[in-house]
């Protein structure tokens, strides 16, 4: 069953830390871009960012919200993601979600790719207070 | 960036109706438009990809359409199950991914 377990969250002041992960399994993560979104209380869905495979690179691209705050990593090795808070503050309190961006079949062999979310997490809460 | 715009934010539906919710992109994303769900509590869900195709294990009673810039939901013979908040997302043109801001199917 493919699965992702995202842990990690908690309760921080503003202006403090916190690493999230998320755990893969019944999948080849190795393969795959991966993508973490958070929703705060309420609210709708927040593209935070993704990290590319080892093929590309690791590349990573973020949110304007979260550049230079927000850390994507990924351990191959041990199938986990990582997304590294920094400074947080007050409006980055929600689920965070963790999520495999699948390259979509239609434009496989095509000069550009497209990535839709097909798996997700069940989330991890992070409360700034 | 490209927004999405979802409408209604709130559609009050009975059991066993059928409705269509809207998504709209500020610029054209040709078909590359997913469709999610998320009942309280849980995580989204895939449903359509592609704009009309729908993913693994997702019932028929869901169908997608659109292209370019106007999209649509359709889910047929609502039931009880199918109450949820509804979001579509473009992976046209990222980063950023986006989202529209869903719409909520309730029971009337």
């Known amino acids: 069953e493919v699965q992702l377990v995202e842990s990690g969250g908690g309760l921080v002041q503003p202006g403090g830390s916190l690493r999230l992960s998320c755990a893969a399994s019944g999948f080849s993560f190795s393969d795959h871009f991966m993508d973490w979104v958070r929703q705060a209380p309420g609210k709708g869905l927040e593209w935070i960012g993704r990290i590319r495979n080892a093929v590309n690179t690791y590349h990573t691209e973020y949110a304007a919200s979260v550049i230079g705050r927000f850390i994507i990593s990924r351990d191959d090795s041990k199938n986990a993601l990582y997304l590294q808070l920094n400074s947080l503050k007050m409006e980055d309190a929600a689920v965070y979600y963790c999520?495999?961006?699948?390259?979509?079949?239609?434009?496989?062999?095509?000069?550009?790719?497209?990535?839709?979310?097909?798996?997700w997490g069940k989330g991890t809460t992070v409360t700034v207070s | 960036e490209i927004v999405m715009t979802q409408s209604p934010a709130t559609l009050s539906v009975s059991p066993g109706e059928r409705v269509t919710l809207s998504c709209r992109a500020s610029?054209?994303?040709?078909?590359?438009i997913a469709w999610y769900q998320q009942k309280p509590g849980q995580s989204p869900r895939l449903l359509i990809k592609?704009?009309?195709i729908t993913a693994t294990g997702i019932p028929a009673k869901f169908s997608g359409s659109g292209s370019g810039t106007e999209f649509t939901l359709t889910i047929s013979n609502l039931q009880s199950e199918d109450f949820a908040i509804y979001f579509c997302?473009?992976?046209?043109?990222?980063?950023?991914?986006?989202f529209g801001g869903g719409t909520k199917v309730e029971i009337k």
């Open positions: 610029q054209s994303v040709g078909n590359r």
């Open positions: 999520a495999r961006a699948l390259e979509d079949p239609a434009y496989r062999g095509h000069h550009v790719s497209y990535y839709f979310l097909d798996v």
């Open positions: 592609g704009a009309s």
């Open positions: 997302q473009q992976y046209d043109d990222w980063p950023p991914v986006t």
